[in-house]
Nanobody, 125 residues
Framework: VQLVESGGGSVQTGGSLRLTCTAS???????MGWFRQAPGKEREGVAV???????TYADSVKGRFTISKDNAKNTLYLQMSSLEPEDTAMYYC?????????????????????WGQGTQVTVSS
């Protein structure tokens, strides 16, 4: 699976962005998700969506971010609203043939099989 992210940028606090991840190759994955990594911090899960549509969010983004997937277009989205400076990070799209939800934090993050190159999101106060 090849993953390509787009849609990052710079916004002010309270602003919105929509990230897009386009998948190619064998796209029949069990899950896809968004992860982020700020300088000096560990990579962490933001939101994931399983093959059956079940979604899981990090507590820090609940109510502000929405993950969705268009299976016909092999595209994953992350709608981000009410952005805060703490959301500043490189955002990565990931996918795997095994469920993602248990692997949103810690060393388990690195067990996900496929990663994009990332797109930068910067939120200024």
């Amino acid at each position: 699976v090849q993953l390509v992210e787009s849609g990052g940028g710079s916004v002010q606090t309270g602003g919105s962005l929509r990230l897009t991840c386009t998948a190619s190759g064998n796209t029949q994955t069990a899950c896809m998700g968004w992860f982020r990594q700020a300088p000096g911090k560990e990579r962490e899960g933001v939101a994931v969506i399983e093959w059956d549509g079940k979604t899981t969010y990090a507590d820090s983004v609940k109510g502000r971010f929405t993950i969705s997937k268009d299976n016909a277009k092999n595209t994953l989205y992350l709608q981000m609203s009410s952005l805060e400076p703490e959301d500043t990070a490189m955002y990565y799209c990931a996918a795997d043939y095994v469920t993602c939800a248990p692997r949103m934090s810690g060393s388990m993050v690195w067990t996900l099989a496929y990663w994009g190159q990332g797109t930068q999101v910067t939120v200024s106060s």
